[in-house]
């Protein structure tokens, strides 16, 4: 599927918000990658394309922030779970029957407590030939809705709105 390699946190920002024309309520994205990857700057991107004018922070202690804009996102951060069950002490379930998009960072971590459907996304590190502000963005819809939307996921990923990303079998070859 889909992978996009950006060199800068704004960058990371303006992939998110190609995506949001895409989003409905329920929409679950699960969001992976080492500490410092660009997860939150990710979401920060996705909120400020749904209208959401307030600061948006990484949730590490407080596990979620909630923030309205066109759709609300419920923002999540399972970094401190040591148990996948632990998610459902968020009202998990709750939170994707909610008119809202919900974004999981540290997401890997709790999947088997997850519906089938939603996003995933992996941010890797570029390679050591690669600037240290290279990140590689991995897309890979799971379940029926988001393999529907896999051609919409591409074309918003090629759009010119964003940095001339690159993408493809280059990507693939990466070590990451």
Excluded: C, N
């Excluded at 996948?84 to 939170?95: A, G, I, K």
Aim: charged fraction near 20%; avoid cysteine.
């Amino acid at each position: 599927m889909p992978t996009v390699r950006t060199t800068s946190a704004a960058e990371t920002r303006q992939v998110a918000a190609a995506l949001e024309p895409l989003l409905g309520a329920g929409d679950l994205l699960v969001l992976s990658g080492d500490l410092g990857a660009g997860k939150t700057a990710f979401v920060q991107g996705l909120a400020a394309a749904l209208g959401v004018t307030g600061r948006v922070t990484s949730p590490t202690f407080t596990l979620a922030h909630t923030y309205q804009g066109r759709l609300r996102l419920h923002h999540l951060d399972v970094y401190r779970f040591a148990d996948p069950s632990e998610v459902l002490d968020l009202d998990l379930p709750e939170l994707l029957a909610d008119d809202a998009v919900t974004a999981v960072e540290w997401g890997e971590t709790v999947l088997s407590e997850l519906p089938g459907d939603f996003l995933r996304l992996e941010i890797r590190f570029g390679g050591p030939e690669e600037s240290p502000d290279v990140r590689w963005l991995d897309f890979e819809p799971q379940g029926a809705g988001w393999r529907a939307r896999a051609a919409a996921l591409e074309a918003a990923l090629e759009g010119g709105a964003l940095p001339a990303p690159r993408r493809g079998a280059a990507a693939g070859s990466e070590t990451g």
